[in-house]
């Protein structure tokens, strides 16, 4: 009896052992079978995902941001209009982010981001872009004070918002990349709602 049941619990080692290996062998098929329908689809669909368009809005709409920081940056010292000032430090906060993502954007997708530090107000190659402010425009806006600046810099950015608010426009005609054509539907929508804004504020309709 005795050794009947010592060779039965070996039997059952053995059949236990088996199963051990069977389970872990069908886990291992499993996984790799995940990562195989999850991994490479992942990565073909990023694949050329971005065209032309997509890498002309981004090297076009960071500069464009950076100069509207440098105006709204101006505003605590200069401004008088506590609304102004409340526009401006919204403006900062939105497209500073912004900017930070259009340049891991090109990054990733091997494009040169535009030079960082460059002062795009007095880049000639920048004037022509729709709704940048030119070297004078920039220059008298630093040179104003209280209401005089609240007037400029209400006008400015409302022409600057409206070229940025095309050039949105532009990137939703014609880009492929999902994420520039969120990004410009969040830029129109933002920007379109704080023209309206700051035609009230200048007693515009």
Known sequence: MTTSHAIRRAALGVATASAVVLLAACGGEKDTGTHAAHGAPAASATADAHNAQD???????IPHHQQA?????LAPGHASSTEVKALAARIEKA???EIRTMTGWLKSWGEEPPMTGMDHSRHGGMAGM????SADDMTALENSEGADFDKKFLTLMITHHQGAVEMAHTEKAKGRDSRATKMADDVIAAQSAEIKQMKGLLGEK
């Open 55 to 61: 890498v002309t809005f981004a090297q076009g709409m």
């Open 69 to 73: 920081l440098e105006m709204a940056r």
């Open 95 to 97: 497209q500073d982010p």
């Open 130 to 133: 729709s709704g940048m402010m």
